[in-house]
């Protein structure tokens, strides 16, 4: 049965986000035959044509309003139902990021459909869609299907694989949306970690907890991440104790991340923290303290101290790399 999806691409900085191209692998599994349309918002959505038709959608839809240049609720509320009005799709998909977690849930409370969150598998058995997201914090998977309506389900990043194997360019369609008696308006956006490599996006994550003592006892973590060309990451108990910036924060209640490798050195790993990490390919624990929980999920684990662990790792990479 085939099914007419609408993607809803994330960009930042003037370039698509990855989780944009995964929205649009979960979109190919399940059009069977059915068109594929992105949507696009702010002045820069017409450039992102090709790259999205070489990632599998057949038209987009450029919304240009020089509103949509930075995420507002109002604005990107107001132009994608109007998007989606017109379209009118069997499903419509969107990422799982801290924009989709804010306006998924009230596009799907206008078109008064059910919103099917944090999704980390999708797939159609005996022709139904079948959506597999996590519950308990992680400890669980629930798999859901919808029987009625449109499908409306956000994708969490890092999971699904990105297939570039589409051929042509996308058809654009521009698209001028009527953003009226806006609340907010951003006048200038000031970026605390610009030219780091993004956390939810990162292949690498080198995190810390308390157990990094300071502020300065992040620097060997931090060299360790550029040198993999990752980034750095934080357990709460090293945000609390004013190590490092909230940004940093992963799990429950901080980012939820899916590396390749997640290096947690001095964090004791309370579920809390798990919930954000447990889904990374491979776990490196690093801890002085061999009953630490964190090693019951670790694929790696390294009894020491996070001080002598780290610069030797550094340095053994550092040998590998200039070998290669
Ligand atoms: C509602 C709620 C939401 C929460 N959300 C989050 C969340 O999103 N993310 C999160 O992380 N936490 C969250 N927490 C907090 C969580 O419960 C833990 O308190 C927190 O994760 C502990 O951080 P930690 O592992 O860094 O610190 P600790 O639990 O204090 O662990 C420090 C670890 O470092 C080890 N260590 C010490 N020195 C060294 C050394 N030199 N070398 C190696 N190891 C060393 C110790 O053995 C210990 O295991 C939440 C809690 C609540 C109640």
């Known amino acids: 049965m085939s099914r007419n999806i609408l993607v809803v691409a994330e960009s930042r900085g003037g370039s698509l986000r990855n989780v944009s191209y995964e929205v649009l692998t979960a979109a190919k599994r399940v059009a069977d035959g059915g068109v594929i349309t992105a949507v696009a ?12 038709g070489a990632h599998g959608a057949s038209r987009v839809y450029a919304v240009t309003n020089p509103e949509l240049d930075t995420y507002t609720t109002d604005a990107y509320f107001q132009a ?14 969107m990422p799982h990021t801290a924009i989709g977690k804010d306006l998924a ?10 919103l099917i969150s944090d999704v980390v598998d999708v797939e159609v058995r005996d022709g139904q869609v079948v959506f597999t997201r996590p519950i308990y914090a992680g400890k669980a998977f629930e798999q859901r299907a919808v029987t009625a309506g449109t499908m409306f389900a956000t994708i969490r990043p890092n999971n699904l694989p990105i297939d570039a194997s589409g051929s042509t360019s996308a058809e654009v369609l521009p698209f001028t949306a009527s953003c009226k008696d806006l609340r907010t308006v951003v006048k200038d ?3 605390k970690m610009a030219g780091r490599v993004d956390l939810t996006e990162a292949k690498v994550i080198v995190s810390g907890g308390r ?12 060299e360790l991440a550029d040198l993999l060309g990752g980034a750095v990451g934080a357990s709460r108990g090293a945000c609390d104790a004013g190590y490092c910036d909230y940004s940093l924060q992963i799990g429950q209640t901080g980012k939820v991340v899916t590396p390749e490798l997640y290096i947690a050195a001095g964090i004791s790993g309370a579920i809390q923290h798990v919930a954000g990490m447990s889904n990374s390919r491979i776990i490196v624990a690093i801890n002085k303290d061999p009953e630490a929980p964190i090693f019951q999920i670790a694929d790696y684990g390294i009894v020491g101290d996070l001080f002598e662990v ?10 590998v790399l200039t070998a290669v």
């Open 189 to 191: 956006v000031v970026q």
């Open 41 to 52: 918002l702010g002045s820069d959505s017409p450039g992102y044509a090709e790259s999205l």
């Open 310 to 319: 780290i610069p030797l790792l550094t340095e053994e990479w550092k040998k």
């Open 211 to 222: 157990g990094v003592k300071s502020a300065e006892g992040f620097a060997p973590l931090q």
């Open 80 to 93: 994608l139902y109007q998007v989606i009005q017109e379209v009118n799709p069997d499903a419509v998909f």
């Open 105 to 114: 849930p009230r596009i799907a409370a206008r078109l008064g459909v059910g």
